[in-house]
């Protein structure tokens, strides 16, 4: 696979230090971008306008519309009360989980976790990937707004801007307005990943260890799995950087077991199916969703970085159609070995938890990254107005051979605790049904 070989190509000459780069020049902005940028805005105008002179809950309009800024965009009070309502959610905001389903949840932002978690197989390198987490973010930032009194829309990471200076980025200084600094330093080498049928070896990044400043220092993520690390140049297995002690995870509880009766175990026959339950949705028995704390980490990485160029951007912009555009964003659109991944990169580039693709929720940076990936969507959707509803590709991850089932609009896309399922048809316009936002 084509993500394989971008890995294998680096860690064939790589030299594993942690180093500040020198600052490279800022990527040009190719002039078909900008134009793209122009006619999005345009389109949002156009789309607004049809509806100014109507009035109601579901008329989006110029008076309603959410407008969902860049980071760097936000003044520090707009980006000090987006913090605010993030802390809330982990901090102040139970998880409305059933805790015999999700053993680990114990926080709102745990159960955006455990919903992506659960089907990630689903809405992964496939067809689903796009119309699935615009949902999911949207989910988020209405839990924001609706549960922590946040009054503005989801920011967005727009990493054209620090692909060649990530270290210097805002977005990571780890100051009261950011959204929390690198992970601390220790020596370290890749971060082994087996996910989707691809087994990866990630390349280190610049810290690796537990997020000590900024804003979300005191995180604690309590579901997923613990990623196996290696030393710098071996393939030996090193130790996990130590779980932060607090009052609630000094007696942390064991993973499930036949033994124990009150936490979810793999024999429980309620979980060999999927099934409803009432606060819950449809849950799926995971060991990953068992009670797991341990500090948020993160290894900002420089070789990702490069993968998120303006001009990779317009690579992507300029796919003819829905499937096209999801196996550029994932990088398998065809035999170049050199295409960027920017959608495994927008993750990557941050690493710690991100480099985890079922449990990266329980960072929020996981959520201005999808921003992001929503953004792009939705530029290259206003394009043409045949794309606004156009759906490509299968259910099947990584489907080669078109082996899945062709993904339709009347696919029903299943967002387990914070949502339950919704009809992809009603997933694809950001100025319609559910929605009403739009980018700056």
Not at 212 to 224: A, E, T, Y
Not at 384 to 407: F, I
């Amino acid at each position: 696979m084509h993500l394989s070989t971008i890995i294998s190509s680096f860690l064939a000459g790589a030299t594993f230090v942690a180093a500040a780069p020198a600052k490279r020049a800022t990527d040009p902005i190719p002039v078909e971008y900008v134009s793209m940028l122009n006619s999005y805005q345009s389109y949002v105008n156009t789309t607004l306008s049809k509806k100014d002179h109507r009035n109601g809950l579901r008329v989006c309009n110029h008076r309603n519309v959410q407008v969902r800024k860049e980071w760097r965009s936000m003044s520090k009070r707009e980006r000090k009360k987006y913090v605010s309502a993030v802390q809330c959610m982990y901090r102040n905001r139970r998880s409305q989980a059933n805790r015999k389903k999700v053993p680990g949840a114990r926080n709102r932002l745990d159960d955006f976790l455990a919903s992506h978690l659960v089907v990630s197989e689903k809405i992964h390198f496939n067809g689903h990937l796009f119309p699935w987490h615009r949902h999911f973010v949207w989910l988020y930032e209405q839990a924001l707004r609706e549960e922590c009194g946040y009054k503005g829309a989801q920011p967005y990471w727009d990493w054209t801007l620090d692909a060649g200076n990530l270290l210097a980025s805002p977005v990571f200084d780890g100051s009261d307005t950011s959204m929390g600094g690198n992970g601390e330093y220790f020596p370290h080498g890749h971060t082994e990943l087996q996910a989707f049928g691809l087994d990866l070896q990630l390349p280190p990044g610049t810290g690796g260890g537990c997020l000590k400043s900024g804003p979300f220092s005191d995180l604690i993520v309590n579901m997923g799995l613990n990623q196996t690390i290696a030393p710098p140049a071996s393939n030996v297995t090193a130790p996990i950087p130590k779980t932060l002690e607090t009052a609630d995870n000094k007696k942390v509880e064991p993973l499930s077991s036949p033994e124990t009766s009150n936490i979810t175990s793999p024999v429980d026959p309620t979980f060999e199916t999927e099934k409803t339950f009432e606060p819950v949705g449809l849950i799926k028995f995971n060991e990953a969703l068992n009670y797991n704390p341990r500090c948020l980490r993160r290894d900002l990485n420089l070789f990702w970085a490069e993968q998120l160029t303006a001009s990779h951007v317009l690579y992507l912009l300029q796919a003819s159609n829905a499937d096209q555009l999801e196996k550029r964003i994932d990088g398998w659109d065809g035999p170049d070995p050199t295409q960027p991944a920017m959608h495994p990169a927008g993750h990557f580039v941050v690493g710690g938890l991100q480099n985890d693709p079922f449990a990266s929720p329980g960072d929020p940076m996981f959520f201005l990254i999808h921003a992001q990936i929503d953004r792009l969507y939705t530029i290259w959707q206003s394009q043409d107005p045949a794309r606004l509803y156009q759906v490509g590709g299968t259910d099947k991850p990584l489907d080669l051979n078109n082996e899945g089932n062709p993904v339709k609009l009347n696919d029903r896309l299943n967002f387990g605790i914070v949502d339950g399922k919704r009809k992809l048809k009603n997933l694809l316009n950001t100025m319609d049904k559910y929605y009403c936002y739009a980018y700056e």
